[in-house]
């Protein structure tokens, strides 16, 4: 059967404690406790949730969509997110709804997205930093990952930075932009004095993408690659053998998405 009404509600969460977006047998999901408050909030009324892309376990959002199916027309959106934010769990926050057309679809929409990757190294972090900012404990060369980074802006063959690909998977991509930077944006008493963000921005992302590159910058901010290593890592002819490196989970960030003007 198919519902009346569609709405996109933006999300923000903690996902220290899941193993992702997608729902999975005998794993605790963020799809999973977005349909379980749903269905609370609810009660008998028929409803179906998307999320606009999966996040990898561990992954947080600072802004993820997803669009809510219902048979029955929401007469006061203000009530429904303080009704949503009253019975999700504190890694959950709805921030903002808005009706959309029963024909929007929140995954082939046009998108763009911003990823924050957090990181410091040398002295070990305050255990309670954990679920945000990843540790090198090696001493890492900053200036050296900086202009890395800026060589992945533009349009590359991503064959190395990927992991699992189908058949139709299509590497040659297009980023936006790429930089590391100090961390002024999340910050706690128990953060590490001095921490990063790798900020990485473009329209779509292989799996693991952003994770390998992390990886990579690390292992030439400790001198075990260097620039030419990754130049030729992004041309067409590259060996296309992903990077064996994948950077932990739990320094990454879904920042920001923007949708398209059909909303």
């Known amino acids: 059967m198919k519902y009346s009404f569609s709405y996109v509600i933006r999300l923000q969460f903690l996902g220290f404690r899941f193993s992702g977006w997608q729902k999975q047998t005998n794993a605790k999901t963020l799809h999973d406790m977005v ?34 199916f219902v048979d029955d027309v929401l007469m006061d959106e203000n009530s429904f997110i303080k009704s949503l934010n009253a019975n999700f769990s504190p890694d959950f926050r709805a921030v903002s709804m808005q009706q959309v057309d029963i024909g929007f679809n929140i995954i082939q929409a046009a998108k763009v997205k911003e990823y924050h990757y957090y990181f410091s190294f040398g002295e070990k972090n305050h255990p309670f930093a954990a679920p945000f900012i990843v540790n090198v404990s090696e001493k890492l060369n900053i200036d050296d990952m900086m202009k890395a980074a ?114």
């Open 35 to 68: 349909d379980k408050t749903m269905s609370f909030v609810f009660g008998e009324v028929r409803f179906k949730t998307i999320g606009v892309g999966r996040t990898d376990a561990k992954v947080s959002a600072n802004s993820y969509y997803i669009q809510l």
């Open 150 to 263: 800026r060589l992945f802006e533009g349009e590359h063959h991503f064959h190395k930075y990927c992991t699992k690909p189908s058949e139709n998977t299509i590497f040659k991509r297009t980023i936006d932009s790429c930089e590391i930077v100090e961390n002024d944006l999340l910050t706690a008493s128990y953060f590490p004095e001095k921490s990063y963000i790798l900020k990485v921005r473009g329209k779509g992302f292989l799996r693991y993408q952003i994770r390998l590159m992390m990886a990579t910058l690390f292992e030439l901010g400790k001198g075990n690659l260097d620039l030419q290593f990754m130049e030729a890592s992004l041309k067409e002819n590259n060996d296309r053998k992903f990077l064996r490196n994948i950077a932990p989970s739990s320094g990454l960030q879904l920042f920001d998405i923007e949708l398209n003007s059909e909303l």
